[in-house]
């Protein structure tokens, strides 16, 4: 079993004490772990199973009004994941975070439906990551199982069909995404025809630049949907 999460909260908060559950693992901390904005990865090599299963814990204290969230780590290609303890792990993106309040509002995150991957511009490059995630590091998500070409986030990627209310453009997948259009494909708008879809409605669809307020203070508990697990070697090379 493996995690990856990150931790944000306010300067009048405090962690007094914190660890694993059950003794460990190999954590791999960013540096000034668990300071506001910093993350962890925690590898167990044991085998769990259980509909709630306790990772990590935290002793907070807060002077006044604040709150405890956990993010995605703020490494972007770990973000926020659960992986099972494969020689090849299968991974499952983190679908809620949630937060501890002290004197405001705290939100519990809800087991999620699926929470597909695919390819997120940001400005250090392109990252297969969940659109939750790359909302988190306000990115821009280019759709489901939409892969990171060497171009697909640059001026110089290939221009197709995207659908917008005003009818078809010429753009980039990118473009598209930033328009809060749809992305048909890597084919001219005359191919398309009479079949030019609402904007936002299929892959590449939206803008997702902004971070969502699921995310944005998001902490405490984190949910996961494992029926979308899927392979991923960049774990293992991180459990070496």
Known sequence: MGLC?????????????????????????DGGWPSSGSGTSVVNS???????????WFAVSS?????????????????????NSEPLPSVAPVTEYGRIGFG??????????PMPRGACCLDDGCHVISEIDCRYFSGVFLGEGV????????ATALKGACALPSGCEPAS???????????LGDVPCD??????????????????AAKAD????????????SSRAEPDSSLEKRKR
Do not use: H, W
Request: contains cysteine; aromatic residues 8%.
């Open 46 to 56: 044991a085998p769990k199973s259980g509909a709630l299963i306790p990772e990590y």
């Open 5 to 29: 999460f990150g931790v944000n909260y306010p300067q009048n908060v405090k962690v007094l004490a914190f660890g694993a559950c059950n003794g460990g693992g190999l954590m791999i901390p």
């Open 104 to 113: 405001m509002e705290g939100r519990l995150p809800r087991p999620g439906g």
């Open 173 to 183: 997948r990118l473009e598209c995404a930033r328009m809060g259009g749809t992305f």
């Open 147 to 154: 892969k990171c070409d060497p171009y697909v986030c640059t």
């Open 214 to 225: 699921s995310v944005s203070g998001a902490g405490a508990p984190l949910s996961a949907d």
């Open 191 to 208: 191919s398309v025809g009479a079949s030019v879809v609402p904007a936002g409605t299929g892959s590449g669809g939206g803008n997702a």
């Open 63 to 83: 002077k006044g009004p604040g709150y405890f969230a956990l993010t995605p780590n703020p490494r972007p290609d770990f973000g926020g994941t659960f992986a």
